[in-house]
C-alpha cells in the first residue's frame, strides 16, 4: 500500500490567505465539570455564555454573534437556542464537528468580526450527561453508525479505536509504553488543574496493568464522559482594549474534512495535508512552539498529530516520544490542562478544552498548568469518527496579545 497521497487528495496549493490581523481571542471560560448531570445541554451552555458575559464586564445584549456546538441539544439546534436563552443576534453558526469543533468556530467567528457582520461572538460548546445519554448518542450518532455499526455491535468509539490503534502500532512502532508516558504526563498536568475530574496520581504501571476494554485498548486509553461546558468570546483587537481584557491573536489555521479517503484504515489525519500551509501563513516552524494542545480522546490521535502537524516525522512517533517530557515544565509541554484523558469529555464541549487552555496559558491566566513564558501555541481538533477514521480536523497557531497585565 502506497503511504504518498493521490492526486485527487493530495491538498491544492492555497491561494494567497488574508490574516487575521485585528482579531482578538479572550476570556476563556469553562463550567467545571461532573461525571452525570439531569440538566439539559441547555442549561450548560447557558452558563457558559453567562461566564463569558460576566468575564468581559459586557451586557448580554452585546453579544451579537453566537457558534453552537453541542451534542444533547436536540432536537433544537443553535437557533432553539437563541429563543431559550433570550437573545437575537445578528450573526449565528451551529458547527455539528464534535472534536474539530473549536477550531472550526475560531475560523468562522474571525472572519465575521473581520466583515463587520458581528462584533462580539460568543463560541460555546457544551454537553450534559444522563445515565444513559453516552448509550443514545453512540447508536445515533451518524447513519454509518445506524445502519452498519451499532446494530452488530461495535457502536461505540471504543471498538474504532482499536482498529486504529492496533494498526498504527503495527505499521508504526508505537508500544503501549509510549502511549502510557502521555497518559502519565496528562494525569500530572490535570493535578494542577482544579477543573480536572481526574484527581489520583497516575503510574506507568497502573496504566500498562489495567483492565482491557477492547485490545489494545485498556481502561486509561478512553475518556471518560460527563457534562460540562466551555467558551471564548471573538472580538476586534480595539474592542478587547477597551474593555481591557487580556487576549490571544491567531496567527493561522486550517480545516480539513474526509482527508484521505482512500486510505484502507486511518493511519493519518487532514493536519497532514495542510501543515506546511498552517505554519507559512503564521510565520513559524513546529520549532517556535510553546506548547501544544490536542484533541486526545485516545492516545493513538496524540500521536497522529504529533507527526501529522510537523514535530517529528512519520513513523518516528515512538523515538520522540521516548525523547521528550510532556509535563508543564517538561521538554515539549502538552496537553497542559490534562486533556480530555484526565479533565474528562463534557460532549462536544470536549473540541474546546484545549483552545480554552492555549488561550489561558496565552494570557497568563493558567494558574498552576501555567507554561513559563508560553508566546506561541498550537491547538489542533479531530471529530466525528465514523467507523474507521474522524471525519473533521483542524488546527490554530496562536500568540499572545495583551495578557492580563498588559490588557489596559
Not at 502519565?184 to 500498562?208: G, S
Not at 502537524?309 to 517530557?325: D, H, M, P, Q, T
Not at 477514521?389 to 488546527?395: K, P, T, V, Y
Amino acid at each position: 500500500m502506497s503511504m504518498v497521497a493521490s492526486a485527487a487528495t493530495r491538498a491544492a496549493p492555497a491561494g494567497k490567505r488574508r490574516g487575521y490581523d485585528g482579531v482578538a481571542v479572550t476570556v476563556p471560560v469553562t463550567i467545571p465539570y461532573v461525571r452525570y448531570s439531569t440538566r439539559s445541554a441547555h442549561w450548560w451552555l447557558g452558563r457558559a455564555l453567562a461566564e463569558l458575559i460576566r468575564g468581559a464586564g459586557i451586557a448580554k445584549g452585546e453579544v451579537d454573534g453566537v457558534c453552537v456546538s453541542s451534542f444533547t441539544l436536540g432536537p433544537d439546534t443553535a437557533v432553539g437556542l437563541m429563543q431559550h436563552l433570550g437573545m437575537s443576534p445578528r450573526w449565528l453558526d451551529h458547527i455539528p464537528m464534535g472534536g474539530a469543533s473549536g477550531v472550526v468556530a475560531l475560523r468562522r467567528a474571525a472572519r465575521a468580526v473581520q466583515a463587520g457582520d458581528a462584533e462580539v461572538i460568543a463560541c460555546i460548546a457544551g454537553d450534559t450527561n444522563h445515565v444513559d445519554s453516552f448509550r443514545n448518542t453512540v447508536s445515533q450518532f451518524s447513519r454509518f453508525a445506524q445502519d452498519a455499526v451499532y446494530p452488530y455491535g461495535a457502536g461505540g468509539p471504543n471498538a474504532s479505536f482499536a482498529l486504529l490503534t492496533d494498526y498504527y502500532m503495527k505499521h508504526y512502532g508505537a508500544s503501549r509504553e509510549d502511549f502510557g508516558k502521555l497518559c502519565v504526563a496528562q494525569r500530572d498536568n490535570a493535578l494542577k488543574n482544579p477543573h480536572a475530574l481526574m484527581k489520583k496520581p497516575l503510574t506507568l504501571q497502573q496504566y500498562l496493568d489495567a483492565r482491557p476494554i477492547t485490545d489494545p485498548i485498556h481502561l486509561f486509553d478512553c475518556v471518560m464522559p460527563c457534562a460540562g461546558a466551555e467558551g471564548y468570546l471573538v472580538m476586534s483587537e480595539e474592542r478587547a482594549r477597551a474593555l481591557k481584557l487580556p487576549y490571544a491573536r491567531v496567527r493561522s489555521t486550517i480545516e480539513r474534512h474526509n482527508a484521505f479517503p482512500e486510505d484502507p484504515i486511518q493511519f493519518r489525519g487532514g493536519w497532514a495535508m495542510d501543515k506546511d500551509a498552517l505554519f507559512d501563513h503564521a510565520g513559524v516552524a513546529p520549532a517556535d512552539v510553546d506548547f501544544l494542545e490536542t484533541y486526545d480522546d485516545y492516545p493513538v490521535i496524540n500521536a497522529m498529530q504529533f507527526e501529522d502537524l510537523g514535530f517529528c516525522a512519520k513513523g518516528e512517533v515512538a523515538g520522540f516520544i521516548r525523547a521528550n517530557e510532556f509535563t508543564i515544565d517538561g521538554s515539549f509541554p502538552f496537553n497542559t490542562s490534562g486533556g480530555q484523558l484526565s479533565v474528562g469529555q463534557a460532549g462536544a464541549a470536549g473540541g474546546y478544552l484545549g483552545f480554552v487552555q492555549a488561550l489561558r496559558q496565552l494570557t497568563g491566566s493558567a494558574g498552576r498548568t501555567q507554561v513559563k513564558d508560553a508566546k506561541i501555541g498550537v491547538v489542533s481538533g479531530f471529530g466525528m469518527i465514523n467507523y474507521d477514521r474522524g471525519l473533521c480536523s483542524g488546527a490554530a497557531i496562536l500568540e499572545r496579545g495583551a495578557t492580563q497585565g498588559e490588557a489596559a
